[in-house]
């Protein structure tokens, strides 16, 4: 019965596509990866290619079928041949596609050119001249390299550090990366980075800042590597450690949405070079830098408060609405649109963003008696003027607008002298403020 039970579970090679096997074609060979390697450990390869066929073992009891995925084999054959031979068998080959068997090269091949030879499970043979080349011993160390924090630079405490190091052996084997971050006195993080295996290694993490123990501390980051052949080679990243910002105040804490406005910002650990102040997220722009303020140009920013943070190598301080932008007043229409060149003309001014402290001017001249009724209405009279003049409204905080300026006509002749300021041809008369200043329904006598 146990000849019967074998029969039954036999293995049979044929393709996917059929049975006859003597129909299959031989698979090509195209490369394999890595092409080159030094010597000193076993390396996975993969092995690239078409007509990758696999066995397969049916079970004519249960009528299941199986795929066999190991049924192939690589040889690696020196070319030229050498004096032992020069034969090198990969392990642990096995299918994964029709295009594609994964093995293990063997540490130890001497240095030179080598046939990548396949056999598939019926017995087919392909070949793939000089696929590969050893090396030989590995004499050179791994590359190593901390592309953050870049070396000389510096951060503050509360900062968050990231930290990147990687290394590169080439056609090597990176054994170990173990990456240390220290300040003067004590180790902050000592890590082993993962390994993939191959040639590179990374790593990548971050951690907080610590404060200074000192006004010179500094933070070092060391990356260390090992390669297959135990060569060892490090690179080192060091930062000063500074102390971390502090904002108190700003004056004058409040300026124009149109920007521009020039502040200082008062405060303590404020650094040349490392700084910026940034308003809502908007950088400012800074002209002046002591250990105790700084002076900052502000940015264009809609109305309203705004956050100012001030960075300083990467740690930050906020003043949470420490600085208020005023929108400048603007002139949307007057009326009346025109008036005696003698002025004194009773005149609205219809707009936006005026406030108490706002200034109507005709060409530079004050509006006479002017009263503020809301932020859309401002009442006066009209100074004396001649020809057509802008109207245009002034903020001490908020700025000016001069472009689309309203326009005013001033009607007849020049404005009265100072002698002659009675009647005009140009309307009714009118009556100028007293002389001493007052106006209309202030009370003055």
Known sequence: ???????????????????????????TLTQMSPAMAYDEAALPAAIEGQGFRPAYRFDTGSGSAALEVTGFGATLVADPPQPDGGNYPLSGVMWESDTILGAEIPAGIPAGLYD????????????????FASLGPDVTPPLVQVSSPSDGGALAAGATIAVVASADDGWGQIAKLEVVVATTGETLEARDCPLTGGATAACTFTLIAPDPSSSDDSLTV??????????????????????????????P????????????????????????VVFDGLPGTISSVTPTSL?????AHVAGPAAVTVITAGATTTLAGGFTFVAPPRVREIDPTSGPAAGYTAITIVG????????????????????????????????????????????PVGGEVTAGNVPFDYLG??????????????????SPPPPDGGCPGSGAP
């Open 253 to 276: 804490a409040a300026g124009s949405t149109l920007g521009g406005t020039v502040v200082t910002l008062s405060g303590a650990n404020f650094y040349d070079g490392p700084t910026e």
């Open 116 to 131: 990548l030879v396949v056999v598939d499970p019926g017995g087919h043979t392909a070949r793939r001249p000089q696929a």
């Open 1 to 27: 019965m146990a000849p019967a039970r074998s029969a039954t579970a036999a293995m049979l090679l044929g393709a996917a596509a059929g049975c006859g096997v003597g129909a299959e074609q031989p698979a």
């Open 295 to 299: 002076t900052v140009t502000t940015p």
């Open 352 to 395: 936006e963003s005026f406030t108490p402290a706002t200034q109507i001017t005709f060409n530079g001249t004050p509006l006479l008696c002017p009263l503020f009724v809301n932020a859309n209405r401002i009442r006066g009279l009209v100074p004396p003027g001649a020809g057509t003049e802008a109207v245009l409204a002034y903020d």
């Open 222 to 251: 060391t990356a260390l590597a090992t390669d297959g052949a135990g060569l060892v080679s490090s690179q080192q990243a060091t930062v000063a450690l500074l102390a971390a910002p502090i904002a108190a105040g700003v004056s």
């Open 413 to 430: 002749g020049a404005p009265p002298g100072p002698t002659d300021a009675g009647p005009s041809d140009a309307g009714p008369p009118v």
